[in-house]
């Protein structure tokens, strides 16, 4: 079966270094999504991204962070300077056709330390 | 204003046991209802997917959603341990944007 695929597995950052994390995403989905996930806290939306554009962002979403689909295949997040509290699990998920209104498939995420 | 609360457990039953698992959310434009699975170190696993309101069953899963209520359900019939695992309800008004609630641990005995 088709995965959404993350790289890397763990990341260990200085605080206010910037980091991109990559997602490869189902190969026919057209909408992806970045979500986080806190130590013992829910997941949460980041932001959703198609056509090019980003659909929806959260109030979790500032000028620190950016998303970018840079080929075909990946679909990047970057934190420009990150903070202790970006420390977290932050997934990847791809849908197929909106007006199907499918639903998301998540990746198995990226544990982002900061130091 | 909390849009999705779960009920965190731990929650711990038998092996062959009925499990119900619950979400209440608070607002009443939620359409698209999931439940997921995650096991420790992944990502959240599609289980069921409903729109809007009614029952759907796919083998020992059946989801409920009772928008009245603002109230869905996910039922599990003979549960096994390698069901353990926490159980995120996720929802939304559209399919730009999922709530989850905080996750369901539940832990099957052998």
């Known amino acids: 079966e088709p995965e959404v695929t993350q790289t890397p597995s763990h990341q260990v950052t200085q605080m206010g270094q910037e980091v991109i994390l990559r997602c490869v995403p189902i190969s026919n989905h057209l909408y992806f999504y970045w979500y986080r996930q806190i130590l013992g806290q829910k997941v949460e939306f980041l932001v959703s991204?198609?056509?090019?554009?980003?659909?929806?962002k959260s109030e979790i979403f500032d000028d620190q962070f950016s998303v970018e689909r840079p080929d075909g295949s990946n679909f990047t997040l970057k934190i420009r300077s990150t903070k202790l509290e970006d420390s977290a699990m932050y997934f990847c998920a791809s849908s197929d056709y909106y007006g199907r209104n499918q639903p998301q498939h998540f990746g198995d995420g990226t544990r982002l330390s900061i130091l | 204003q909390k849009e999705v609360e779960q009920d965190p457990g731990p929650l711990s039953v038998p092996e062959g046991a009925i499990v119900s698992l619950n979400c209440t959310y608070s607002?009443?434009?939620?359409?698209?209802f999931m439940w997921y699975r995650q096991y420790s170190r992944k990502g959240p696993e599609l289980l069921m997917y409903t729109y809007s309101s009614g029952n759907k069953e796919d083998g020992r899963f059946t989801a409920q959603v009772d928008k009245s209520s603002k109230y869905i359900s996910l039922f599990i019939r003979d549960s096994q341990p390698s069901d353990s695992a926490t159980y995120l309800c996720a929802m939304g008004y559209n399919f730009n944007k999922f709530y989850f609630g905080s996750g369901t641990k539940l832990n099957v005995k052998p």
């Open positions: 607002n009443s434009a939620f359409q698209y």
């Open positions: 991204f198609y056509n090019n554009e980003i659909s929806e």
